[in-house]
């Protein structure tokens, strides 16, 4: 039987990762997949159809049994567990630091715990700590602020949960020019999200603005109209139209009815 590729989604992540199978699973069947840090379980949420080497990927080891789900789900209330502990040690060491969840890969050979800190913080005796507890291989991991959004979730400005906690499978990078090209004011409050972070929503339409805007001219430019010299005083770039100073007189006229005389 020819291998398929399935798209897996593990707990508190967005993004699907890839992995062969010659069975047939089912989509929102439960897997045990293997990764490069042990055993992981998970669910299938879609298949791959274009691949070019299916030895890239590795294996679903199985369809999760129930006793699968029942170690699954003790492992994460064991993780909750673990992560109220390392909050303790966290304070007990007096280390600068805000411990954002905890996590046992399937197999428990590896607990993960997440944590932000505003700077480099010296965590070994705490790394020594947890594994004298726990037998476990530790890894701390330091995540900055929008891993921290996507990590803990949240609502947006727009009503709407936080779009890296609810489908984002990647968070591009995201400049300063993305706000400019679309005209926006350069407030945080209006143009950061809650992480902090430029809005993840401002890739979303930049390359409508980008094409859009091709041929506008700037506020502050004088233009021609009927005749008469006028000064644009706003750009509305989707419609393509500006807003024009006449004697004292604001109209509102489409781009291609001004002629451009000079900048301003």
Not at 40 to 51: A, C, F, I, P
Not at 55 to 62: S, T
Not at 194 to 199: H, T
Request: glycine share 4%; hydrophobic share 35%; charged share 30%.
């Amino acid at each position: 039987m020819a291998n398929k590729v399935y798209g897996v989604l593990f707990k508190n992540n967005c993004k699907a990762y890839y992995f062969k199978s010659e069975l047939d699973i089912d989509i929102n069947a439960e897997v045990i997949v293997d990764t490069e840090k042990g055993e992981q379980y998970g669910k299938v949420v879609n298949t791959l159809s274009d691949y070019k080497d299916i030895n890239e990927y590795k294996d679903i080891i199985r369809i999760a049994t129930p006793e699968d789900s029942k170690v699954y789900y003790n492992n994460l209330k064991d993780a909750d567990i673990a992560l109220n502990k390392c909050k303790e040690l966290v304070k007990e060491l007096g280390l600068n630091m805000f411990v954002i969840n905890a996590q046992y890969n399937f197999d428990r050979s590896q607990l993960l715990i997440n944590f932000s800190a505003d700077d480099r913080v010296d965590f070994r005796e705490l790394a020594r700590k947890l594994a004298s507890l726990y037998r476990t291989r530790i890894e701390l991991r330091q995540i900055g602020a929008r891993d921290k959004a996507k990590q803990i979730g949240g609502i947006g400005i727009c009503g709407q949960k936080l779009c890296c906690a609810n489908f984002l499978n990647q968070i591009d990078s995201i400049s300063m020019n993305k706000a400019k090209n679309q005209n926006l004011a350069l407030n945080p409050s209006k143009i950061n999200g809650a992480c902090g972070r430029l809005l993840c929503c401002l890739c979303y339409e930049d390359e409508e603005y980008t094409r859009c805007s091709k041929g506008l001219l700037s506020v502050g430019n004088t233009v021609k109209y009927n005749n008469s010299n006028a000064t644009i005083v706003s750009v509305d770039i989707l419609t393509r139209t500006y807003k024009i100073l006449v004697d004292d007189e604001k109209l509102t006229v489409k781009a291609e009815e001004v002629e451009y005389v000079s900048k301003k």
